[in-house]
């Protein structure tokens, strides 16, 4: 009886696990299918993944504003070009003077920062200068 109860046992944990696998998949053709799909979300949502930091701005000696900061790419595998920085003129009541957009150069590597320096004129009454990174184009392998 003890031997009918052990065969039992054993074959429940044969068929168990020896069973077909739920994903037939090898590791690393998942691993590629996830790569691909975090590809195509950093290729279609670059502003997910670019950021400016330390940014600050600053007027020079011939009416130009100079804006310096960092740039951060935190995408794992897509660098960025022709990274577009927005540029809003303020007054001193808040109000719009005037809008700009400045496209940057450059290309930033995947999980790298690079430091920028833009100039501007600068617009009469102009009391503050906001900037945003607004776009970039995805560089192509």
Known sequence: MKHLIALIILAVFATSCGGSKANDETPSAKYEEKKNSL??????????????????DRSNLVNKVVIEGDVINSATLV?????????????????????DTKTLGM?????????????????KGTASVLFDITGATPVNK
């Open 39 to 56: 590809e195509e979300t950093e290729r279609s949502n670059p502003l997910q993944f670019l950021k400016m930091r330390n940014g600050n």
């Open 79 to 99: 660098a960025y070009k022709d990274i577009e920085i927005n540029i809003i003129f303020k007054n001193e009541k808040g109000s719009v003077i005037q809008k």
């Open 107 to 123: 290309t930033i590597q995947p999980a790298s920062t690079q430091a920028v320096k833009v100039k501007v004129k600068k617009p």
